[in-house]
């Protein structure tokens, strides 16, 4: 079974520092790793995505994020922090990724809070 | 882009009366689209998937008979909240994956908010 774990429930940073959202997994396979944005009455918005490619990831609105295996996590991160990054924030794991049977699984959500 | 749509994107109900809220995929076909719910402060929840020409796959936990979900056709998927109560109020969102991409790239709806009194 595949689970994911995000270490802060909310974050809080000033504009202009750096922003580390954490998430940790659990999978059995190899798996498919995301981040996804939930703004305020607006749908999920894909931030980035890991597949076993790239070990560090590029996604947009300048975010990043690193899989590391040997400390299972994925976290994202941000150097400069912008008002507009103020939202809900999800990491997900796929299971059977690339197939036509994958599932989701969605960390329990970091809200960030960006202060002026 | 892809883009999926959700209609309506809420909607308040009494008590005991059936609510359906359809997701469609507006530039591509879907013969699988999921179904979550996310209740306040908490994360999305699978709660089925819909395969067109087929029975829908629930979650663990999730009645069948409450939730009827129908994949009409290859764009066009409706989940209905039959005999709706109070606890069933939540925020209901559900994807798409484009075809030929495997199905953990998914697309989402913007999410239906609904209110039973």
């Known amino acids: 079974a595949q689970s994911v774990t995000q270490l802060d429930s909310h974050v809080s940073v000033s504009e202009g520092t750096p922003v580390l959202l954490r998430c940790n997994y659990s999978s059995s396979y190899s798996p498919s790793l995301f981040w996804y944005v939930q703004h305020p009455n607006k749908g999920l918005q894909l931030l980035l995505k890991y597949t076993s490619a790239a070990t560090l990831v590029k996604g947009i609105n300048g975010f990043e994020a690193e899989f590391k295996k040997s400390e299972t996590s994925f976290h994202l991160t941000k150097p400069s922090a912008h008002m507009s990054d103020a939202a809900e924030y999800f990491c997900?794991?796929?299971?059977?990724?690339?197939?036509?049977?994958?599932?989701?699984?969605f960390g329990q959500g970091t809200i960030l809070t960006v202060h002026p | 882009g892809a883009v999926v749509s959700q209609h309506p994107s809420w909607v308040i109900c009494k008590s005991g009366t059936s609510v359906k809220i359809e997701c469609r995929s507006l530039?591509?076909?879907?013969?699988?689209m999921f179904w979550y719910r996310q209740f306040p402060k908490q994360s999305l929840m699978l709660m089925a998937t819909?395969?067109?020409?087929?029975?829908?796959?629930?979650e663990q936990g999730v009645e069948k008979d409450k939730f009827l979900i129908n994949h009409a056709s290859l764009t066009l998927s409706t989940l209905t909240v039959t005999s709706a109560h109070p606890e069933d109020s939540s925020f209901y969102i559900c994807?798409?994956?484009?075809?030929?991409?495997?199905?953990?790239?998914?697309?989402f709806g913007p999410g239906t908010r609904l209110t039973v009194l």
């Open positions: 819909s395969n067109e020409g087929s029975k829908a796959t629930y």
């Open positions: 997900v794991v796929s299971d059977f990724p690339g197939t036509s049977y994958g599932k989701l699984t």
């Open positions: 530039d591509f076909q879907a013969t699988t």
């Open positions: 994807s798409a994956p484009p075809p030929g991409l495997g199905t953990d790239t998914q697309y």
